[in-house]
Nanobody, 119 residues
Framework: QVQLVESGGGLVQPGGSLRLSCAAS????????MSWYRQAPGKQRELVAA???????NYADSVKGRFTISRDNAKNTVYLQMNSLKPEDTAVYYC?????????????WGQGTQVTVSS
């Protein structure tokens, strides 16, 4: 079992920056692939960025060059640095931890943190 707690959301003007944090507890953090998803009103949840246990990253095209995902295994925390924010980045952002063993995949989710980009 993994418990995830996000923080760092809020209201920011277009062009501004925010850093989201996701603190994990309850298991060995370093073995999990970590991701950030977001869900805007009336839309499906979408993958924003992911980082493997080995540190490889991938990003949605819409955030490439603006967002950076990183992890600190010593602190059991994954981060999402968001720069040059746009109104369309407004959403609830969720942290996800995933571990796959053979054919079994275990997914854990945080409660979400609201990000609002508006002038």
């Amino acid at each position: 079992q993994v418990q995830l707690v996000e923080s760092g959301g809020g209201l920011v003007q277009p062009g501004g920056s925010l850093r989201l944090s996701c603190a994990a507890s309850g298991s060995i953090f370093s073995i999990y692939a970590m991701s950030w998803y977001r869900q805007a009103p009336g839309k499906q949840r979408e993958l924003v960025a992911a980082i493997t246990s080995g540190g490889s990253t991938n990003y949605a095209d819409s955030v490439k060059g603006r967002f950076t995902i990183s992890r600190d295994n010593a602190k059991n925390t994954v981060y999402l640095q968001m720069n040059s924010l746009k109104p369309e980045d407004t959403a609830v952002y969720y942290c996800n931890a995933r571990r796959t063993i053979a054919t079994m995949t275990m997914d854990y989710w945080g409660q979400g943190t609201q990000v609002t980009v508006s002038s």
